[in-house]
């Protein structure tokens, strides 16, 4: 697929990618997982204009607290500054280009670039510039030359959501018909969620959309995939597993996920893969709280796994947050955290955060599951009959349940997956303007002082 720079043609773009996508049929080309250009499209037509996770609140509690996080491959800044609230910025000096922080995590009064020494502080307005009264022939305009600020900031449930798109709808409204499921998975008691221990990153040789789309519809798989984990985990005497004893979400903007209906069943296999003192918050915490907040019918569908489009990832058992932070078209990075209700007890965290490691750390026993099978596809694709291969995304159609929005359906659907792809499609068959304009249209690429 050639894709024009500059300014693109659209229409062409457009014609090309529905030829690779086709949602309605259920169809997808194999070389949208490996096509450079394409990748480079999804930078700037949906990571450079989508909400994106940038950390855990909790990870910057007090004033000065930095954390470095990434919007696509553009590296940023979340910092806490001293009036409570939260900036980001890039991360990136505007002298050269060179990193204002070369650190993960901290807390600061300044960001110095090592490069030449530009000063910024903690909002990223440029504070400082050495021997400008005698290099520069009138003084800098530090407004003008402070780093880029990441316009749009949200906190949701204690997670912190980047833009860049100053003419996005708002994170809420973004999530369309999911807002409820967002509500459901990171909303379930009043406090918020908070982290326990640091994150977790690791590097996978595989396309970023593997791993969003599987958390988006696929929950089938686990009977094969995770066949040994699941036979070692499992009693002898638990009930057998029913493929459509669980409900899948999705919505018009490529969220998805998935809910299991069966409350006290899932309390048991919670006990048995994540130990005792998590079932009995759900149970006589978590639930009771859930039914006063949300209705006694959500109450008794408890969330399994879920993807807020893009990068989104989330699995409820286990509360593992995920981000998958695209490293090219063949190469994503992953960061984990292990979540948890602020005000939980020491022994629930510290049960949970050992056997979450255990269980979808970077070496976890189902984690590597995972990690293969998006290997095992990513791997042929270098080939020129393999990335030419059409791929089959058809099982199951969507259905409607009483006082769930959306579209809904059991388990065993790739409908969301599909949806997640109409979604794609729509947002790289439109031009980012602002990105895609040539150079020297570009407001920040003018050389006014």
Not at 122 to 145: D, H, I, Q
Not at 356 to 385: H, K, S, Y
């Amino acid at each position: 697929m050639h894709v024009p720079t500059g300014r693109v043609d659209t229409m062409g773009v457009a014609e090309r990618l529905r030829k690779l996508v086709r949602p309605d049929e259920g169809v997808i080309h194999a070389s949208v997982y490996s096509d450079p250009e394409i990748y480079q499209l999804e930078l700037s037509r949906i990571f450079a204009r989508s909400w994106l996770l940038l950390c855990p609140d909790s990870q910057i509690p007090n004033a000065g607290d930095y954390f470095v996080s990434y919007m696509g491959e553009d590296p940023v800044i979340v910092v806490r500054q001293q009036d409570g609230t939260i900036a980001a910025f890039l991360n990136q000096c505007r002298h050269r280009g060179g990193a204002l922080c070369r650190g993960e995590s901290g807390n600061t009064k300044n960001f110095i670039c090592t490069y030449h020494g530009w000063t910024y502080d903690t909002s990223g307005t440029l504070t400082s510039v050495p021997f400008e009264e005698v290099v520069y022939k009138a003084p800098l305009n530090r407004a003008k030359w402070s780093a880029r600020r990441v316009p749009r900031l949200e906190v949701h449930h204690g997670l912190v959501f980047g833009c860049w798109d100053e003419d996005a709808p708002g994170f809420r409204e973004s999530l369309g018909e999911a807002a409820v499921y967002f509500d459901l998975n990171f909303g379930r008691t009043e406090g918020g969620l908070a982290t326990y221990g640091g994150v977790y990153k690791w590097r996978v040789k595989a396309n970023w959309k593997l791993a969003a789309e599987q958390f988006t519809t696929d929950d089938f798989h686990f009977l094969t995939s995770h066949s040994s984990a699941l036979t070692a985990l499992t009693p002898e005497d638990a009930p057998p597993f029913s493929i459509v004893r669980g409900r899948v979400f999705t919505s018009s903007k490529g969220h998805g996920g998935g809910f299991l209906m069966e409350r006290d069943s899932f309390a048991t296999a919670l006990a048995t893969t994540t130990g005792q003192a998590a079932s009995n918050y759900m149970m006589e915490v978590e639930l009771p709280t859930v039914e006063q907040r949300y209705g006694e019918a959500m109450a008794n569908a408890t969330p399994t796994f879920a993807n807020f489009f893009p990068s989104t990832g989330y699995l409820h058992a286990n509360r593992t947050l995920r981000s998958w932070i695209p490293r090219g078209p063949d190469e994503m990075e992953i960061w984990a955290w292990t979540l948890f209700d602020r005000g939980s007890p020491d022994e629930l965290m510290e049960e949970r955060a050992k056997i979450t490691a255990m269980t979808f750390g970077p070496a976890g026993i189902f984690e590597q599951d995972d990690t293969a099978n998006w290997v095992d596809v990513q791997r042929p694709l270098g080939g020129a009959i393999a990335r030419r291969t059409k791929l089959n995304m058809q099982m199951g159609e969507p259905t409607s349940f009483e006082g769930w929005p959306g579209m809904t359906g059991f388990d065993s659907s790739e409908f969301p997956a599909r949806n997640f792809y109409s979604r794609w499609l729509q947002l790289l068959s439109t031009p980012n303007h602002a990105l895609e304009a040539s150079p020297t249209d570009d407001e920040e690429c003018s050389h006014v002082r």
